[in-house]
Structure formats: C-alpha cells, structure tokens
C-alpha cells in the first residue's frame, strides 16, 4: 500500500526530522508532501489526493482547536494525526476528543512507530466512516420498512373501512325490515330455537309486555314450560309454513302463521306472525291474512338476498324441490327458470368440488345426524363464488326423513377478506417474529433460519433458502430450510450430505440478483429462465424469489418454492415486505457480533499487554497467553521460534498442539533450511489455508501436523530486525478471517516488545553488577590509599590535615568520573526501553480512546458486563487511570535518567526557573499519590500557603520530592504509621521542607553511609543507592543543604533548605 502522506509544519527542522524517521522504513511505500501553513495545506488538500495528514497545531497562520477544523471542513473524510511538543501532550489528547484519529509527540518515534501509527490513523478513520455509513443504511432500512407497514396498515384499514361499510348496510337494511314489522297491525315475534323471543314488534309489546329474555309460552300462554305439543315448533320438524289459531292470555284470538327463518348469522329460527280475527268475519280474515301473508313473504325474500343467501326445500316423500327466488338469483338463474332438482343445483358447483358435494349429500342422506354443512364453489355467469352450504333434516316421529331444507349464503366476500386480512396478519406476525427472536438468537445461521421459517410461514411455501452473493458473483447459502435438507441428497467433496453453496447464480435466481428484481414462477419447468438442478437436489415445481438490498447494492436473496396452488403478486407483495425486517436484523447481529469480538478481542490485548509488561520468563510468559489466543480463536497449536544469530539457526522457544517427538523434529532448524512456513518470508507474515488440499511445499511440514489453516507473523526488533516468529493453526476449519489474523499480528507484536524488554533488562541488569563490582574494588583501592595516607599524617599534623583534604578531594573527583561513565552507559540502556514503552502505552492509551465511546454505547443499551473479573462501569475507570499513570510513571522515569545525565556532565543545568514549592510538592503527591494511599494511613500536611519563590530547576526539585517521599513511604511497615510534610519561610531567607516518617529508621552505621553512591537498604526490592545521592547533587546545585536524622524504631527526617527569591 502507497501512503500519501501530507505535512503541515512550520519548524523546517521538525518536517526534516520527521521525514529522515520515515526513511528509515524501507520495507513500506510512501510518499510526504509538506507545507509550512495552513493556506498552502488547503490548496493541497484541493488540488491533490492524500490517504492521512500530519498536523502540527502550533502554526504561525493557525494554532488550536480551529487548525484541525480547518483542515476536516476542507477534506471531511480524511484522517488526521496531530503533532505536539514534550510539554503539550494535553493538546494531543483535547485533539482526539474533538475526532482527530491520532497524536504523536515530536522527537518520542521513530519511522517504523509513525509509519505505524499513520497506517492505524487511516484504518481507524476508515472504520468510523464504514460504521456511520452502516448506521445510517440502518436507519434508512428501518424507515422504509416502517412505511411499507404504514402503507399495508393504511390498506387495512381501507378494507376494514369497506367491510364494516358493507356489514353497516346490511344492518341498515335489517332495521328497515325490522321498521316495517313494527308498522304491520299484527304481531311479528323470532323464537330461537330454546324459546326465547328474540325479536317482537311494536303491537306484541303493548299486548304482551316488553322483551326481558323470556320464553314465548310465557309471554303468550302465561306458562312455565313449553307447551306440548308446540304449534310454532312443527316448521322445525316440517320445514313447511304453519297455520294455526289459539286464544292468547290476553283474552284476544289470532290467526297464526309461522315459517322457517334464517337470521344473517346463518341461524335457524321461527318467524311467526300472529293476526288478531277477534271480531272480525271470515272474508275480512282471509283478505287480511292474504295481505299479511303477501307482505311477509315480499321482506322474507328481500332479507334473503340482502344476506346473499337462498334457501331450499325438499319433500321426501314426492322428492320436490322447492326454491326460493333469492336461491335461484343466487345460482345465476331469474326465479322459476329451470326446474329445481338437486342435478341442477349440481351443475351450478365448480366441477372440482362436485365430487365433494355429492360425496356430502349422499354421505348425509345415509348419516343420522339433523344438521349438516359444507363450503364449496359454484359458477354464476362465469365467475366461481364460495358458498356456505348448510342443511337440516326433519324426521316423523318413528325418525324417517320426511323433509329437508338448507340455504346456500354466498360468503366469496367475507371468504376474500379473511384471506387477505390472514395474510396481512402473517405478514405482520412474521415481522414481530423476527423482531423477536432476533432479541435472543445469539448466532447468525439460527437467525437466517428463523427468518427463513417465517418466509415460509407467510407464503405457505414447503421448501426456501436465504443467502448472500459475494463480490465475485459467487453465491453462498445463510440458511437453507429444514425440509430442502432433509430432502437434498448432494454431497460435498468429503461424501457428506449437504445442500449446494458456492455457487455462480444462474436462471431465474441470476435475474434476481442481477437485476435487483422479485420473480416467481408457476411452472419452472416451461420458464424462459429455467434452473438446471444438479442431480440430487430437490425438485422444485413453483419459486418465488426476492433481492435482498443493502443500500444500492443486492445483498442477496431470499427464496420459497413449492407453495400448493402457486403464488401470486399478492405473495410477492408479502415477501417484500419481510425484506427490510431480515436485512435489518441480519445486519445488526453482524455488527453486534463484530463490536462484541473487538471487545474481546481488546480485553485479550489488554490482558496480555499486562502479563508481557510484569514477564520475567519469555518462554512460560508465551505458553500462557498464546493457550488463551489460542482458546479465544479455535486453534489448536501455536510454536513460538527465536532467532539465534551467532548460530544461524531458528529454535524452538514454545509450542502446544503438537507431541513432544514432533517438536523435536522442528526444535533446531537452519535459518536457510527453515523456510517461509517458520522463518516467516523475508519478514512477512505467512498464511496457509486449505491445506488438506494444498501442493504447496512449504506447508509440508505443518500438513503433516494435520493443521488445516497456518499463519506465521515475524517478531521484530529494533530497525525492523526479524528476532523470531509466533504462528497459530487449526484443526478444525481451513480458513482465518481478517480480524483473526489481525488480532494474532498485534499479539505478535506484543511478544515481540516483551522479549525486547525481556533482553534489555537482562542487559541492564548485567551491566549494573558488572559497575557494582568496578565501585567496589575501586573503593577497596581507595580505602588502602587512605590508610596509608593516614599513617603518613601521623609525622606531620598540619600536612596530614592538607594532605587529608587534598587526598578527599581525589577520591571524591575520582568517584564523580566512574559516576559519569556509569550514569552515560545507564541512561543509554534505560532510554531505549523506556522510550518503547512510553510509545506503546501511547498506542494502547489511544486504543483504548477509540474504542471507549463503542463500549460506552453498548454498555448503554445492553447494561452492565464484565472486563477482566470486573463489571464494565468499575474498569473503564480503573484502565484510563493505569494508563496515565503508567505513562507518567514512564516520563518519571525518562526524567530520571536526563537528571543523571545532567549530573555527569561539566556544566551545571541551568536553575532559571522561579518555582513554587508547594506546587512541586503538589505534582511529586500526584505522581505517587495511590502508593501512598495504599500504604500509609495518611499525609499529614503544614504548609505555608505564602511561601516565596525559589530560583532554580522545578524538574530536579520535583524529581528530588518524589524521590524523597518514595523513601519515605518504603519505610512504613503497617497502614498506622503515617508521613508528616511541611513547608516553611524561616524568615531568613530560606524556604524550609521537611518530610518526617513513622518507619524502621536507620543505625547509626547507615546513617554514615546515607548519603554514599550504591549504598542501599533496600538490595533485595531491587533498589540501586543512588536516590539520595542525586537527591543532594541537585539540592546542593540549588545552593541550599538536605539533612537527616533518624533514630531506629521511631523514623526518619529529612529537611531541605532553600535559598528563597527576594
């Protein structure tokens, strides 16, 4: 990859630096264009194309927050790095909050470190750019997905409108007819079939009484029981008219008439009209009871046809039909047109449910139950409607037929609507559904094939698929439905059975993804873009295809087949529509899946950066850390090789996996025998996949372990220098994804730091003893010269006592010259591994920074998860505070060494600074404040809130607090014991400290030798002698005097003078 990089800097020196550090990298492309301002940067920006910006943001034309502003309002998209001083850190870090990717401080990288961190720069602005781009198609998803529901909702309710405007008619027509019964002069009543009146007309309720959910024989007979027999209830058995006279208990006598009625709910009741003949003689009865009986018999018809429904009679015993106008309008017929039989309500059925009907009647005919009903199809004038078909049989009183009546409601209608609203609630039941489990699947092929199941559900199709097209047209299956597998007998290369993937779509699916398109097709077989099945897979007869889209671009698709009857547009429709529900949650589990393996992913760097960090043992520290990674990424060998350059060789320094006779085979190899597979090929990562299938000679050896998937990641060292490899395999699948070789490069790259560490300790460590010994003997030669200096004194008084001063002075010149040497080679060897680890905790400081806001969101909108044995909302804290602490400490250190540094040489640092002592005091409690905590019960502190200035260096004075109250803290043995500091003007012109401890205190023998270089108490916590020692050089530089005093048991004082500014 080619790195266009643009700097902004005004230091023409810096940009040189910065450059020469970059051309030291060799193995990498790149390219700087620099500019010294921000309006030549601008132009630049416009005029060319750059991958990351290097920014200083102290420019002579532009400074703070408003410089990177500039530059992100000019080119939003790009990546910027930030440049900041030693001092000026705070900027860096403010640049991030504000979006900038990085912050590197001048003069603290080298190339390969930069080059680095410009590489993560663009990946990680990359990252956020792809992250908002997916949230944004989300919400883009979600809101189409919303309006399609709100146009199926709309749709819904127009047809809820339509249906209850229809079932308003027929209700309005029903009280019309219920008007015009309380108009007639006679009475009109509705038995159920329990006796219940159900309906009664304006004159029954002045004769009888209002309705209160009585029976009829106690309205009009006065009784508590029906009547036997009962008049009205002979039509149930007859299913003829009925006449019939009685005097009712209000002393009137009528003239009875009672039919058979169907209510629109389809149930059978008594319509009875009772006609009042008292007075009356016999033509005004029949005038009257024909009028009544006309007027009755004119609403009968007219109900019926309202409700779509005709009704039938059949006497058994001539085997006449009898039809009612409404049955023969409802046939297709004009009243009376052709003779009623049962063959001619036959040719009216559709001719697939002929069988059906005719097996019905016969069936029923033969049956010994009353009541029977059937929906089937007929065809009026071409047009097949559904029909509720339902028939009563009336015996005699030995239980012989002797007539039979039905009615026949057309319900296409009502049957339509159902259908349409039952789709629409599968639709939106499968949306909820998928919604739902979409909340507690965890893995994707469950989800796919939960997304799956509903699509089946929602369209009645048998068999489906989903799946996604690669970039390179290739086709592979999410989910496959359960039936297609049970079903499919293809086989993969192994001979396992298995449903077909990977493959380039054709046919009726390739216009599909082609074309971004929803096809179905009723006969596949005759389809102009037909599928060639391969020999195995399940037939299909009918497909229903939708594209899945992702913004502009096909995803994939989803597809159904094998629907009984077919599929429609209105299936297509209920297809769409679940779309934007499965990409929705398809995405989102991918992106949940992706934020919660960074994290995981982050938690394992974080741990082993704090293992390697404390490691003092290279080989078990590897063992341990590569089991987890291997743990967390299903491998299951790792070898870890370390470069031996006396011997050019490559030996085994760790490994799992593989047994203890194969290790042996690989445990000393020729570096140009090893090949690429362990030595890495001239320092590049190797990656082997499909092995089992794989020709290639390199990966031999590793087949041979029966690995599946490779990858070998150099270590290296200082310039770039190959010290080694860690590799991991798998068994148990052939490829890796980029994030898993991402995550074993930056665990590689931590081994690499901790055994450079590892080496340079070691280094320190060796060259420390080897200085301890050339003090000591130096001393024991010095200790002889004084002796014999001594007993030459004795001769002469006033000469011994020049001689003595003089021959101090020599000892002490002396010990300031091996001090110099020692103290360059020490801050020489301390420096580089210190500045890797102010670097690397940089890196991992701003890792932690980007990824922070992430696990903030999800710690919102999933609650609270554990971090290294610790809830989330506890670690967070706690990792931003080890992080800057830790690089304070490292800075402290840094300090350390230029303050040692600055003692060996000639000239005296210069103590121009005017410093506030309690503000030193204050930094140097800051700096150690939590070991403090942790040990003591407490600082007791007098401080003069007005004391005067000092002249001198406040690092070396700072330096010489720290150093001093580190000590002080060493000293206590139990969290009683407490540290007393105060701060005083003695009026004399001195500044006054004094820090005094509740410690072991010191003999009267340390007390000698306190303030001598090497010498220590504390040998075995690894401490070296020199604390107190700088802390005297650089008070006495500052022309002011330290002293202590101690008593055993009881602590230690110290106080430090000052000369004060005036």
């Known amino acids: 990859m080619n790195i266009h990089i643009l700097l902004v800097e005004d230091n023409a020196s810096d ?49 703070g927050v408003g410089t990177y502003a500039r530059i992100r309002e000019a080119a939003p998209q790009m990546p910027i790095v930030v440049l900041t001083g030693l001092s000026d850190e705070v900027a860096g870090i403010e640049a991030i909050r504000h979006g900038v990717q990085d912050y590197i401080v001048k003069g603290s990288v080298d190339g390969p470190t930069l080059l680095r961190a410009l590489r993560y720069a663009i990946e990680r602005k990359t990252m956020e750019d792809k992250l908002k781009d997916a949230y944004a ?94 008049e009205s209830f002979r039509v149930q058995t007859t299913g003829k008219p009925y006449h019939w006279s009685r005097t009712k208990r209000d002393g009137r006598h009528y003239d009875i008439y009672d039919y058979p009625f169907t209510d629109l709910n389809g149930e059978s009741l008594i319509l009875e009209i009772g006609i009042d003949i008292s007075g009356m003689n016999i033509q005004e009865d029949r005038t009257f009871e024909a009028k009544a009986v006309s007027v ?86 071409g047009t097949a409607l559904i029909v509720r078909n339902k028939w009563r049989y009336l015996r005699d009183a030995e239980g012989r037929v002797v007539r039979s009546m039905g009615f026949v409601q057309d319900i296409t209608e009502h049957k339509n609507m159902e259908e349409k609203v039952s789709r629409q609630n599968r639709v939106q039941q499968g949306i909820n559904r998928i919604f739902e489990d979409a909340m507690r699947i965890e893995e994707e092929d469950e989800l796919g094939r939960t997304c799956l199941k509903t699509a089946q559900f929602v369209t009645g199709s048998k068999y489906g698929f989903i799946g996604e097209i690669d970039p390179d047209g290739v086709f592979r299956d999410i989910a496959v439905s ?68 992702y913004g502009e671009r096909v995803f994939g698709m ?53 293992e390697l960090l404390l490691a003092q043992d290279s080989q078990k520290t590897v063992e341990s850390f590569c089991r987890e990674v291997m743990q967390k990424l299903d491998c299951q060998v790792f070898f870890n090789f370390l470069v031996d350059d006396d011997a050019n060789t490559l030996h085994l320094n760790a490994y799992a996996g593989i047994r203890d006779d194969e290790a042996q085979r690989i445990a000393h190899m020729p570096l140009d025998t090893a090949g690429a597979v362990f030595a890495g090929r001239d320092g590049n990562r190797f990656l082997a996949e499909h092995i089992p299938e794989s020709s290639d000679q390199d990966a031999a050896v590793i087949k041979s372990f029966g690995i599946t998937a490779y990858a070998c990641h150099p270590l290296f060292g200082v310039g770039g220098k190959v010290i080694g490899t860690l590799s991991f395999g798998t068994k148990n699948r052939e490829v890796f994804t980029e994030d898993e070789l991402a995550l074993m490069k930056a665990i590689a790259d931590q081994a690499a730091a901790a055994m450079l560490r590892l080496k340079n300790e070691e280094y320190l460590r060796r060259a420390k003893d080897e200085l301890e010994a050339r003090v000591s003997e130096r001393t024991a030669e010095l200790q002889i010269a004084n002796e014999k200096l001594v007993n030459e004194l004795n001769e002469r008084k006033i000469a011994e006592e020049k001689a003595s001063l003089l021959e101090r002075g020599l000892q002490h010149a002396e010990k300031m010259r091996s001090l110099g040497i020692m103290v360059a080679g020490i801050a020489h060897e301390i420096n580089n591994p210190n500045q890797f680890i102010i670097t690397s905790l940089s890196c ?47 800075w402290k250190i840094k300090s350390i060494v230029e303050s040692l540094k600055e003692y060996s040489r000639k000239e005296p640092p210069l103590h121009t600074e005017l410093v506030n002592i309690n503000l030193v005091i204050d930094t140097a409690l800051m700096l150690i404040g939590g070991t403090l905590k942790k040990a003591a019960t407490g600082i007791i502190m007098e401080r003069d809130e007005h004391l005067p200035m000092v002249r001198g260096n406040r690092q070396q004075i700072e330096q010489v607090m720290v150093n001093i109250l580190s000590n002080a803290y060493q000293a206590l043995s139990s969290p009683e014991q407490r540290i007393f500091l105060a701060t005083k003007n003695d009026h004399a012109g001195n500044v006054q400290i004094i820090v005094r401890d509740e410690g072991r205190g010191f003999t009267d023998d340390e007390m000698k030798n306190v303030m001598t270089p090497f010498f220590t108490t504390k040998r075995e916590s690894g401490g070296m002698g020199l604390g107190l020692f700088i802390c005297f050089a650089i008070i006495k530089d500052h022309r002011g005097t330290i002293a202590f005093s101690s008593e055993l048991g009881k602590g230690t004082q110290v106080q430090i003078m000052l000369p004060a500014v005036t």
């Open 558 to 610: 989803l597809a159904v087949a094998n629907r009984d009857g077919g599929y429609s547009d209105e299936d297509k429709e209920n297809l769409e529509a679940l779309v934007p529900a499965i990409m929705q949650v398809i995405l989102r589990k991918r992106i949940e899946r992706a934020l919660t393996q960074s994290v995981s992913h982050f938690e394992l760097l974080s741990k082993t950066a704090g």
């Open 482 to 549: 359960e039936t297609g597998w049970d079903l499919c007998m293809m086989t993969d290369k192994t001979g396992h059975r298995k449903p077909p993937s990977n493959f380039s779509a054709h046919g009726i699916f390739g216009r599909i993804l082609t074309e971004g398109i929803s096809l179905y097709s009723n006969n596949l077989t005759a389809h102009m873009y037909n599928l060639s099945m391969p020999e195995g897979h399940p037939l299909l007869h009918t497909i229903l295809g939708v594209p899945l889209i």
């Open 137 to 230: 198609e989300l919400e883009e998803i979600v809101q189409n997905r919303t309006a399609k529901l709100l146009d199926i909702n709309r749709a819904l309710d127009t047809e809820i409108i339509v249906r209850n405007k229809a079932e308003s008619e027929i209700k309005a027509e029903r009280e019309r007819f219920y008007q015009v019964l309380e108009l007639l002069p006679v009475y009109v009543i509705l038995i159920a079939s329990d006796y219940r009146i159900v309906f009664a007309n304006r004159l029954f309720r002045e004769r009888f009484g209002e309705l209160k959910n009585k029976h009829c024989y106690e309205y009009l007979f006065d009784r508590t029981k029906p009547c036997e027999p009962c």
């Open 15 to 63: 940009a040189e630096l910065l450059q020469l550090s970059l051309a030291d990298v060799k193995e990498s492309f790149y390219d700087v264009t620099w500019v010294d301002c921000m309006g030549d940067a601008i132009v630049k920006l416009r005029e060319l194309a750059f991958d990351v910006v290097l920014l200083d943001l102290t420019l002579h034309d532009s400074s």
């Open 296 to 381: 009755d018999a004119e609403h009968f018809t007219r109900v019926q046809e309202i409700a779509r429904l005709g009704s039938w009679e059949l006497d058994a015993a001539t085997g006449t039909y009898y039809w009612s106008d409404a049955f023969y309008r409802l046939l297709g017929f004009q009243p009376r047109e052709c003779k009623a039989s049962f063959d001619a309500f036959l040719e009216t059925v559709h001719p697939d449910d002929r069988a059906k009907v005719r097996a019905a009647y016969d069936s029923s005919n033969n049956g010994c139950r009353d009541e029977y009903e059937l929906e089937h199809r007929i065809v009026r004038n």
């Open 844 to 890: 991992l400081r701003d890792a932690w920074a980007s990824i922070e806001p992430i696990l903030n969101e999800y710690h919102e909108q999933n609650g609270d998860f554990l971090v290294a044995g610790l809830p989330y909302s506890v670690k967070a804290a706690k990792i931003k505070e080890l992080f800057e602490k830790t690089v304070q400490s490292s």
